[in-house]
Protein backbone atom coordinates (compact mmCIF):
# COMPACT_ATOMS: atom_id res chain seq x y z
CA UNK A 1 0.00 0.00 0.00
CA UNK A 2 1.08 3.54 -0.77
CA UNK A 3 1.71 6.00 2.06
CA UNK A 4 -1.93 7.67 1.98
CA UNK A 5 -3.44 4.41 2.08
CA UNK A 6 -1.56 2.97 5.16
CA UNK A 7 -2.55 6.07 6.92
CA UNK A 8 -6.28 5.88 5.99
CA UNK A 9 -6.08 2.18 8.16
CA UNK A 10 -4.28 4.17 11.15
CA UNK A 11 -0.81 2.70 10.26
CA UNK A 12 2.14 4.80 11.39
CA UNK A 13 4.92 3.47 8.79
CA UNK A 14 8.48 4.19 9.64
CA UNK A 15 8.45 6.97 7.13
CA UNK A 16 5.73 8.80 8.53
CA UNK A 17 7.96 7.91 12.09
CA UNK A 18 10.73 9.64 10.65
CA UNK A 19 8.78 12.92 9.42
CA UNK A 20 7.26 13.20 12.32
CA UNK A 21 11.02 13.23 14.48
CA UNK A 22 12.33 15.60 11.69
CA UNK A 23 9.86 17.78 12.25
CA UNK A 24 8.87 17.37 16.10
CA UNK A 25 5.49 15.98 15.39
CA UNK A 26 3.27 13.64 17.10
CA UNK A 27 3.85 10.15 14.65
CA UNK A 28 -0.25 10.01 15.05
CA UNK A 29 -0.80 13.31 13.91
CA UNK A 30 1.97 12.68 10.19
CA UNK A 31 -0.55 9.99 9.94
CA UNK A 32 -3.64 11.95 10.56
CA UNK A 33 -2.38 14.91 7.71
CA UNK A 34 -0.80 12.27 5.27
CA UNK A 35 -4.48 10.18 5.36
CA UNK A 36 -6.37 13.44 4.95
CA UNK A 37 -4.19 14.65 1.80
CA UNK A 38 -2.77 17.53 3.61
CA UNK A 39 0.97 15.97 3.56
CA UNK A 40 2.71 13.96 1.26
CA UNK A 41 5.86 11.81 1.41
CA UNK A 42 7.50 11.34 -1.66
CA UNK A 43 9.33 8.39 -1.36
CA UNK A 44 9.39 6.26 -4.29
CA UNK A 45 9.56 2.41 -3.24
CA UNK A 46 12.89 2.14 -5.15
CA UNK A 47 14.66 4.99 -4.01
CA UNK A 48 13.29 4.29 -0.61
CA UNK A 49 15.65 1.25 -0.45
CA UNK A 50 18.86 3.06 -1.54
CA UNK A 51 19.91 6.59 -0.24
CA UNK A 52 16.46 8.32 0.39
CA UNK A 53 15.93 10.26 3.53
CA UNK A 54 12.10 10.93 3.60
CA UNK A 55 10.86 14.33 4.14
CA UNK A 56 6.95 15.32 4.60
CA UNK A 57 5.48 18.51 2.54
CA UNK A 58 2.70 20.15 4.16
CA UNK A 59 1.26 22.60 5.86
CA UNK A 60 1.45 20.87 9.53
CA UNK A 61 5.04 20.76 8.60
CA UNK A 62 8.09 23.26 8.04
CA UNK A 63 8.24 24.62 4.33
CA UNK A 64 10.27 22.90 1.99
CA UNK A 65 12.41 24.22 -0.99
CA UNK A 66 12.91 22.54 -4.16
CA UNK A 67 16.17 23.20 -6.37
CA UNK A 68 15.91 22.69 -10.23
CA UNK A 69 18.67 20.63 -11.87
CA UNK A 70 19.38 19.12 -15.12
CA UNK A 71 21.08 20.14 -18.31
CA UNK A 72 19.90 21.45 -21.85
CA UNK A 73 20.37 20.73 -25.53
CA UNK A 74 23.24 23.77 -25.09
CA UNK A 75 25.14 23.85 -22.00
CA UNK A 76 26.16 21.26 -19.14
CA UNK A 77 26.68 17.13 -18.64
CA UNK A 78 26.17 14.69 -16.08
CA UNK A 79 28.89 15.27 -13.86
CA UNK A 80 27.78 19.11 -14.04
CA UNK A 81 24.65 18.20 -12.82
CA UNK A 82 25.75 16.14 -10.30
CA UNK A 83 28.03 18.63 -8.87
CA UNK A 84 24.85 21.03 -8.78
CA UNK A 85 23.11 18.29 -6.87
CA UNK A 86 25.96 18.56 -4.03
CA UNK A 87 25.73 22.51 -3.90
CA UNK A 88 21.60 22.19 -3.47
CA UNK A 89 21.65 19.61 -0.64
CA UNK A 90 24.42 21.36 1.06
CA UNK A 91 23.12 24.59 1.78
CA UNK A 92 19.41 23.38 2.11
CA UNK A 93 17.34 21.90 -0.62
CA UNK A 94 14.56 19.59 0.44
CA UNK A 95 14.06 18.12 -2.73
CA UNK A 96 15.71 18.13 -6.27
CA UNK A 97 14.26 18.36 -10.16
CA UNK A 98 15.50 16.76 -12.93
CA UNK A 99 14.11 18.85 -15.99
CA UNK A 100 17.14 17.69 -18.09
CA UNK A 101 16.41 18.44 -21.81
CA UNK A 102 19.59 17.16 -23.86
CA UNK A 103 21.04 13.98 -24.50
CA UNK A 104 21.69 11.26 -21.91
CA UNK A 105 18.80 11.97 -20.36
CA UNK A 106 18.03 8.37 -18.35
CA UNK A 107 21.56 8.30 -17.36
CA UNK A 108 21.47 11.49 -15.97
CA UNK A 109 18.44 10.88 -14.16
CA UNK A 110 19.80 7.40 -12.68
CA UNK A 111 22.97 9.00 -11.78
CA UNK A 112 21.13 12.01 -9.66
CA UNK A 113 18.67 9.44 -7.81
CA UNK A 114 21.55 6.83 -7.28
CA UNK A 115 23.19 9.85 -5.57
CA UNK A 116 20.55 12.31 -4.20
CA UNK A 117 19.90 12.11 -0.70
CA UNK A 118 16.39 13.86 -1.24
CA UNK A 119 13.25 13.19 -3.15
CA UNK A 120 13.72 13.49 -7.17
CA UNK A 121 11.57 14.91 -9.35
CA UNK A 122 10.51 14.87 -13.10
CA UNK A 123 8.63 16.28 -15.80
CA UNK A 124 8.16 13.09 -17.71
CA UNK A 125 6.78 15.48 -21.03
CA UNK A 126 10.25 16.71 -21.37
CA UNK A 127 11.57 12.96 -21.84
CA UNK A 128 8.88 12.39 -24.44
CA UNK A 129 9.53 15.68 -26.47
CA UNK A 130 13.35 14.83 -26.23
CA UNK A 131 12.92 11.81 -28.05
CA UNK A 132 10.28 12.72 -30.79
CA UNK A 133 11.23 15.19 -34.05
CA UNK A 134 7.93 16.70 -33.09
CA UNK A 135 5.71 16.61 -29.77
CA UNK A 136 2.41 16.01 -32.14
CA UNK A 137 3.60 12.64 -32.65
CA UNK A 138 2.92 11.44 -29.30
CA UNK A 139 0.54 8.41 -28.73
CA UNK A 140 -0.05 8.58 -25.18
CA UNK A 141 0.69 4.70 -24.55
CA UNK A 142 4.58 6.34 -25.35
CA UNK A 143 4.13 8.62 -22.78
CA UNK A 144 2.85 5.88 -20.22
CA UNK A 145 5.44 3.89 -21.24
CA UNK A 146 7.78 6.81 -20.23
CA UNK A 147 6.06 7.61 -16.78
CA UNK A 148 6.54 3.88 -15.64
CA UNK A 149 10.57 3.88 -17.05
CA UNK A 150 11.11 6.90 -14.29
CA UNK A 151 9.16 5.42 -11.76
CA UNK A 152 11.10 2.35 -11.93
CA UNK A 153 14.10 4.19 -11.74
CA UNK A 154 12.97 5.72 -8.36
CA UNK A 155 11.56 9.24 -9.33
CA UNK A 156 9.88 10.24 -6.30
CA UNK A 157 7.58 13.14 -7.71
CA UNK A 158 6.33 13.50 -10.77
CA UNK A 159 5.10 16.77 -12.70
CA UNK A 160 2.55 16.22 -15.29
CA UNK A 161 -0.09 18.31 -16.84
CA UNK A 162 -3.34 16.72 -16.69
CA UNK A 163 -5.92 19.90 -15.40
CA UNK A 164 -4.94 21.69 -19.14
CA UNK A 165 -8.14 21.26 -20.52
CA UNK A 166 -8.54 21.93 -24.77
CA UNK A 167 -11.27 24.54 -24.29
CA UNK A 168 -8.61 26.22 -21.69
CA UNK A 169 -6.01 27.14 -24.42
CA UNK A 170 -8.46 30.38 -26.03
CA UNK A 171 -8.87 31.92 -22.40
CA UNK A 172 -4.85 32.57 -22.81
CA UNK A 173 -5.06 34.39 -26.37
CA UNK A 174 -4.80 37.96 -23.99
CA UNK A 175 -2.02 37.07 -22.74
CA UNK A 176 0.92 39.46 -22.93
CA UNK A 177 3.26 36.18 -22.64
CA UNK A 178 1.03 33.27 -23.52
CA UNK A 179 1.53 29.71 -21.68
CA UNK A 180 5.15 29.99 -20.45
CA UNK A 181 5.09 26.78 -18.94
CA UNK A 182 7.41 24.26 -21.48
CA UNK A 183 5.26 21.43 -20.50
CA UNK A 184 2.00 23.08 -20.91
CA UNK A 185 3.19 24.49 -24.06
CA UNK A 186 3.54 21.22 -25.62
CA UNK A 187 0.50 19.56 -24.54
CA UNK A 188 -1.33 22.81 -25.59
CA UNK A 189 0.11 22.19 -28.88
CA UNK A 190 -0.55 18.51 -29.24
CA UNK A 191 -4.40 19.55 -28.30
CA UNK A 192 -4.47 22.10 -31.11
CA UNK A 193 -3.05 19.77 -33.90
CA UNK A 194 -5.34 16.86 -33.25
CA UNK A 195 -8.23 18.75 -31.93
CA UNK A 196 -8.32 16.43 -29.15
CA UNK A 197 -8.43 16.85 -25.62
CA UNK A 198 -5.61 16.78 -23.20
CA UNK A 199 -4.38 12.67 -23.21
CA UNK A 200 -2.95 12.96 -20.27
CA UNK A 201 -6.37 13.97 -18.70
CA UNK A 202 -8.35 11.29 -20.82
CA UNK A 203 -6.10 8.86 -19.18
CA UNK A 204 -5.27 10.16 -15.67
CA UNK A 205 -6.04 6.55 -14.06
CA UNK A 206 -3.94 4.66 -16.00
CA UNK A 207 -0.97 7.30 -15.14
CA UNK A 208 -2.71 6.48 -11.50
CA UNK A 209 -2.16 3.06 -11.41
CA UNK A 210 1.30 3.67 -12.30
CA UNK A 211 2.30 6.11 -9.69
CA UNK A 212 0.84 4.07 -6.77
CA UNK A 213 2.66 1.00 -7.83
CA UNK A 214 5.77 2.35 -6.83
CA UNK A 215 4.04 5.36 -4.39
CA UNK A 216 5.18 8.13 -6.83
CA UNK A 217 3.52 11.02 -5.82
CA UNK A 218 1.33 13.32 -8.14
CA UNK A 219 2.56 17.14 -8.84
CA UNK A 220 -0.40 18.19 -11.14
CA UNK A 221 1.42 20.53 -12.83
CA UNK A 222 0.13 23.70 -13.44
CA UNK A 223 0.67 24.39 -17.13
CA UNK A 224 -1.19 27.37 -17.35
CA UNK A 225 0.67 29.37 -14.96
CA UNK A 226 1.35 33.02 -15.65
CA UNK A 227 4.50 34.28 -16.73
CA UNK A 228 4.53 37.87 -16.25
CA UNK A 229 2.25 40.24 -13.98
CA UNK A 230 -0.05 41.41 -16.49
CA UNK A 231 -1.46 37.58 -16.76
CA UNK A 232 -1.39 36.84 -12.84
CA UNK A 233 -4.97 35.47 -11.56
CA UNK A 234 -7.04 35.20 -14.76
CA UNK A 235 -9.74 33.23 -16.25
CA UNK A 236 -7.11 30.49 -17.36
CA UNK A 237 -5.03 30.01 -14.72
CA UNK A 238 -8.01 29.34 -12.47
CA UNK A 239 -9.73 27.39 -15.22
CA UNK A 240 -6.85 25.17 -14.83
CA UNK A 241 -6.95 25.30 -11.00
CA UNK A 242 -10.47 24.06 -10.53
CA UNK A 243 -9.45 21.18 -12.87
CA UNK A 244 -6.72 20.70 -10.44
CA UNK A 245 -8.92 20.27 -7.64
CA UNK A 246 -11.03 17.73 -9.10
CA UNK A 247 -8.23 15.20 -10.53
CA UNK A 248 -6.86 16.01 -6.52
CA UNK A 249 -9.98 13.56 -5.42
CA UNK A 250 -9.64 11.42 -8.41
CA UNK A 251 -5.96 10.17 -7.45
CA UNK A 252 -7.00 10.40 -3.81
CA UNK A 253 -9.51 7.74 -4.66
CA UNK A 254 -6.75 5.64 -6.40
CA UNK A 255 -4.35 5.52 -3.12
CA UNK A 256 -2.08 8.27 -4.65
CA UNK A 257 -0.94 10.87 -2.92
CA UNK A 258 -0.55 14.48 -4.35
CA UNK A 259 0.45 17.93 -4.44
CA UNK A 260 -0.52 20.98 -6.58
CA UNK A 261 1.66 23.26 -8.30
CA UNK A 262 0.37 27.04 -8.42
CA UNK A 263 2.47 30.41 -10.09
CA UNK A 264 3.82 32.14 -11.43
CA UNK A 265 4.54 35.64 -11.45
CA UNK A 266 1.92 37.49 -8.97
CA UNK A 267 1.72 40.70 -7.37
CA UNK A 268 2.29 40.57 -3.51
CA UNK A 269 -1.56 42.02 -3.57
CA UNK A 270 -2.62 38.59 -4.93
CA UNK A 271 -0.55 36.04 -3.18
CA UNK A 272 -2.97 35.53 -0.66
CA UNK A 273 -6.16 35.49 -2.29
CA UNK A 274 -4.37 32.86 -4.94
CA UNK A 275 -3.14 30.42 -1.84
CA UNK A 276 -6.56 30.60 -0.60
CA UNK A 277 -8.56 30.02 -3.53
CA UNK A 278 -6.22 27.23 -3.59
CA UNK A 279 -6.59 25.65 -0.25
CA UNK A 280 -10.24 25.68 -0.80
CA UNK A 281 -10.32 24.07 -4.62
CA UNK A 282 -8.03 21.74 -4.23
CA UNK A 283 -9.46 20.53 -0.73
CA UNK A 284 -5.79 21.09 1.45
CA UNK A 285 -3.56 19.15 -0.35
CA UNK A 286 -0.18 20.46 -0.58
CA UNK A 287 0.79 23.62 -2.40
CA UNK A 288 3.90 23.55 -4.58
CA UNK A 289 4.79 26.95 -5.53
CA UNK A 290 7.11 28.60 -8.31
CA UNK A 291 8.28 31.72 -6.24
CA UNK A 292 5.83 33.24 -6.97
CA UNK A 293 8.11 36.36 -8.64
CA UNK A 294 6.97 39.78 -7.61
CA UNK A 295 8.24 42.21 -10.41
CA UNK A 296 9.35 41.59 -14.09
CA UNK A 297 12.01 44.01 -13.95
CA UNK A 298 14.80 41.65 -12.61
CA UNK A 299 16.67 40.01 -14.89
CA UNK A 300 19.65 38.83 -12.90
CA UNK A 301 17.74 39.25 -9.63
CA UNK A 302 14.78 37.09 -9.90
CA UNK A 303 16.03 34.70 -6.90
CA UNK A 304 15.36 38.13 -4.86
CA UNK A 305 11.76 38.69 -6.12
CA UNK A 306 10.92 35.31 -6.05
CA UNK A 307 12.20 34.79 -2.35
CA UNK A 308 9.87 37.92 -1.59
CA UNK A 309 6.57 36.30 -3.41
CA UNK A 310 7.92 33.00 -1.66
CA UNK A 311 8.00 33.88 2.26
CA UNK A 312 4.80 35.20 1.29
CA UNK A 313 3.18 32.62 -0.06
CA UNK A 314 4.51 30.14 2.29
CA UNK A 315 3.29 32.52 5.17
CA UNK A 316 -0.17 32.15 3.99
CA UNK A 317 0.14 28.10 3.31
CA UNK A 318 2.37 27.30 0.59
CA UNK A 319 4.08 24.19 1.29
CA UNK A 320 7.30 24.36 -0.62
CA UNK A 321 8.80 26.72 -2.76
CA UNK A 322 10.55 25.82 -6.25
CA UNK A 323 13.70 27.97 -6.02
CA UNK A 324 14.43 30.61 -8.46
CA UNK A 325 18.25 31.77 -9.48
CA UNK A 326 19.81 34.82 -10.81
CA UNK A 327 19.72 32.94 -14.46
CA UNK A 328 15.95 32.84 -14.69
CA UNK A 329 14.87 33.85 -17.90
CA UNK A 330 18.24 34.49 -19.03
CA UNK A 331 20.19 30.94 -19.08
CA UNK A 332 21.15 27.70 -17.46
CA UNK A 333 22.10 28.35 -13.88
CA UNK A 334 25.32 27.45 -12.94
CA UNK A 335 27.52 26.32 -9.63
CA UNK A 336 26.94 29.51 -7.83
CA UNK A 337 23.47 30.31 -9.55
CA UNK A 338 22.31 26.90 -7.71
CA UNK A 339 23.97 28.09 -4.25
CA UNK A 340 22.26 31.66 -4.10
CA UNK A 341 19.25 30.70 -5.35
CA UNK A 342 18.80 28.05 -2.55
CA UNK A 343 19.82 30.09 0.04
CA UNK A 344 17.40 33.10 -1.07
CA UNK A 345 14.59 30.40 -0.83
CA UNK A 346 15.99 28.54 2.30
CA UNK A 347 15.66 32.19 3.79
CA UNK A 348 12.22 32.78 2.43
CA UNK A 349 11.04 29.55 4.10
CA UNK A 350 12.68 29.69 6.60
CA UNK A 351 11.03 33.60 7.87
CA UNK A 352 7.78 31.86 7.06
CA UNK A 353 8.02 29.17 9.78
CA UNK A 354 9.19 31.74 12.03
CA UNK A 355 6.02 33.78 11.10
CA UNK A 356 3.75 30.87 11.69
CA UNK A 357 5.04 29.72 14.85
CA UNK A 358 6.47 26.23 13.60
CA UNK A 359 7.87 23.79 16.24
CA UNK A 360 11.75 24.50 16.69
CA UNK A 361 11.75 27.13 13.45
CA UNK A 362 13.08 29.59 15.73
CA UNK A 363 16.05 28.05 17.98
CA UNK A 364 18.77 28.83 15.11
CA UNK A 365 18.13 32.26 15.35
CA UNK A 366 17.86 32.25 19.05
CA UNK A 367 21.39 30.93 18.49
CA UNK A 368 22.55 32.89 16.26
CA UNK A 369 21.68 36.19 18.92
CA UNK A 370 23.34 34.83 21.69
CA UNK A 371 26.76 33.50 19.60
CA UNK A 372 26.57 37.43 18.44
CA UNK A 373 26.53 38.85 21.79
CA UNK A 374 29.16 36.90 23.27
CA UNK A 375 31.54 37.45 19.90
CA UNK A 376 31.29 33.82 19.00
CA UNK A 377 32.05 34.52 15.58
CA UNK A 378 32.62 30.76 14.93
CA UNK A 379 29.74 30.26 16.31
CA UNK A 380 27.89 32.66 13.80
CA UNK A 381 29.53 30.84 10.98
CA UNK A 382 28.71 27.45 12.09
CA UNK A 383 24.52 28.92 12.47
CA UNK A 384 24.84 31.12 9.14
CA UNK A 385 23.43 29.72 6.10
CA UNK A 386 25.85 29.89 3.79
CA UNK A 387 29.15 29.81 6.63
CA UNK A 388 31.73 30.31 3.91
CA UNK A 389 30.20 33.67 2.42
CA UNK A 390 29.91 35.22 6.01
CA UNK A 391 33.07 34.15 7.11
CA UNK A 392 35.15 35.90 4.11
CA UNK A 393 32.68 38.68 3.88
CA UNK A 394 34.05 39.65 7.85
CA UNK A 395 37.77 38.81 7.11
CA UNK A 396 37.82 40.57 4.14
CA UNK A 397 37.00 43.69 5.49
CA UNK A 398 38.71 43.01 8.97
CA UNK A 399 41.10 45.61 10.97
CA UNK A 400 43.00 45.08 13.59
CA UNK A 401 43.64 47.41 16.68
CA UNK A 402 45.98 47.02 19.09
CA UNK A 403 46.07 43.13 18.12
CA UNK A 404 42.17 42.67 19.28
CA UNK A 405 39.56 41.76 15.94
CA UNK A 406 36.63 43.99 15.87
CA UNK A 407 34.26 43.88 12.41
CA UNK A 408 35.23 47.12 9.94
CA UNK A 409 31.52 48.39 10.53
CA UNK A 410 32.12 49.63 14.07
CA UNK A 411 35.21 48.98 15.06
CA UNK A 412 35.81 48.94 18.72
CA UNK A 413 34.91 52.05 20.25
CA UNK A 414 31.17 52.25 18.32
CA UNK A 415 30.67 48.36 18.69
CA UNK A 416 27.28 48.73 20.18
CA UNK A 417 27.33 45.08 21.53
CA UNK A 418 30.92 45.73 23.59
CA UNK A 419 29.11 48.80 24.92
CA UNK A 420 25.98 47.18 25.98
CA UNK A 421 27.95 44.41 28.18
CA UNK A 422 29.59 47.52 29.63
CA UNK A 423 26.90 49.21 30.65
CA UNK A 424 25.28 45.55 32.20
CA UNK A 425 28.74 45.14 34.20
CA UNK A 426 28.88 48.98 35.45
CA UNK A 427 25.47 48.04 36.75
CA UNK A 428 25.90 45.29 38.68
CA UNK A 429 26.99 45.76 42.67
CA UNK A 430 30.69 45.23 43.08
CA UNK A 431 30.88 41.74 44.33
CA UNK A 432 29.13 40.52 40.84
CA UNK A 433 31.61 42.87 39.14
CA UNK A 434 34.75 40.98 40.59
CA UNK A 435 33.66 37.35 39.40
CA UNK A 436 31.72 38.30 36.43
CA UNK A 437 32.82 37.71 32.89
CA UNK A 438 35.82 39.20 31.24
CA UNK A 439 35.75 41.52 28.60
CA UNK A 440 34.31 39.19 25.93
CA UNK A 441 36.14 41.64 23.16
CA UNK A 442 38.98 39.47 23.61
CA UNK A 443 37.20 37.17 20.75
CA UNK A 444 36.75 40.05 18.68
CA UNK A 445 33.57 42.56 17.94
CA UNK A 446 30.39 42.78 16.17
CA UNK A 447 28.67 45.38 14.24
Not at 44 to 73: F, W, Y
Amino acid sequence: MTQIEQARGGIVTPEMEAVARAEQLDPREVCREVGQGRMVIPANRVHLAKALEVIGIGTASRTKINANLGNSPLSSDTQCELRKLECAVRYGADTVMDLSTGKDINTTRQQIIDAASVPVGTVPIYQMAEQLDDIVDMRPVDFLDIVEQQAQQGVDYMTIHCALLREHVPLTNHRLTGIVSRGGSLVAQWMTVHGEENPFFTHFEQLCDIMREYDVTWSLGDGLRPGCLADASDAAQFAELRVMGELTRRAWDRGCQVMVEGPGHIPMDQIEMNIRRQQEWCHGAPFYVLGPVVTDVAPGYDHITSAIGGAMAAWYGASMLCYVTPKEHLGLPDLDDVRQGVIAHKLAAHAADIARGRVGARERDDAMSRARYAFDWEGQFRLALDGDTARRMREETLSETDGVRYCSMCGPKFCSMKNTQNIRRMSQPDDAKRVGPTDATSDGGTG
